[in-house]
């Protein structure tokens, strides 16, 4: 089997009949999106973490792309319908390019290579930052919705991503509920930070 290949058939075969290609399909463009904005936002702010999590949804879509592969060899019964489906590989092979691209670039955070001084100093000077951040168990923002919290007007920063446990979201909206143990990964201007990480309750690390 491949190394990239799920090891529990067993297991995608029962996730494969509960969900439809169009589903996965989709999936697999939010997290191929959702991978290049943080593959680029990793390198531009020299942050681990963000590499960490392009690593991370990369396995993730490797997995839905197997679910896909599966699904279309089944759905396959005969030689026309077969030829019909090649359209659907197409699509996931290109999410697939798209995420492998996404880790490249994260790599480069994690070779530690050293970024180009005009690269260095147009992040300092850039008015915009990004951030990641576990909701904390005091937080303010805990079980309550982005429509609600409204951290855009309060703070000026906008979530962009949320992981809830292991999962990523697939879309981040006004509907999407916060929780305590949350990670956001918010954008916005450089002053916002400290506010939104007093309403998270987020501490830095001590290095």
Do not use: C
Not at 60 to 79: G, Q, S
Not at 147 to 172: D, R
């Amino acid at each position: 089997m491949d190394e990239d290949e799920p090891e529990d058939v067993e297991e995608i075969l029962e996730e494969v009949k509960s969900r439809n290609v169009k589903d996965l399909l989709v999936e697999m463009k939010d997290k191929a999106e959702l991978m290049i904005d943080l593959a680029y936002s990793a390198i531009l702010y020299d942050n681990e973490e963000l590499a960490d999590d392009v690593f991370e949804l990369e396995e993730d879509l490797n997995t839905l792309k197997y679910e896909v592969d599966i699904m279309t060899m089944v759905a396959a019964r005969t030689p026309e319908e077969a030829a019909q489906l090649t359209a659907i590989l197409r699509v996931a092979q290109a999410s697939e390019e798209i995420s492998n691209s996404a880790k490249e670039l994260a790599d480069v955070v994690k070779r530690d290579v050293e970024l180009h001084p005009v690269l260095r100093n147009a992040i300092k000077e850039a008015d915009e930052t990004i951030v990641r951040m576990t909701i904390g168990p005091k937080s303010e923002i805990g079980g309550k919705s982005l429509k609600e919290l409204q951290l855009a007007t309060q703070t000026g920063m906008q979530v962009f991503a949320l992981k809830q446990g292991k999962a990523w979201a697939n879309k981040v909206g006004k509907k999407t509920v916060i929780n305590g143990g949350d990670v956001i990964i918010a954008r916005g201007p450089r002053e916002g930070v400290e506010p939104l990480m007093k309403l998270a309750d987020f501490k830095l690390k001590k290095k």
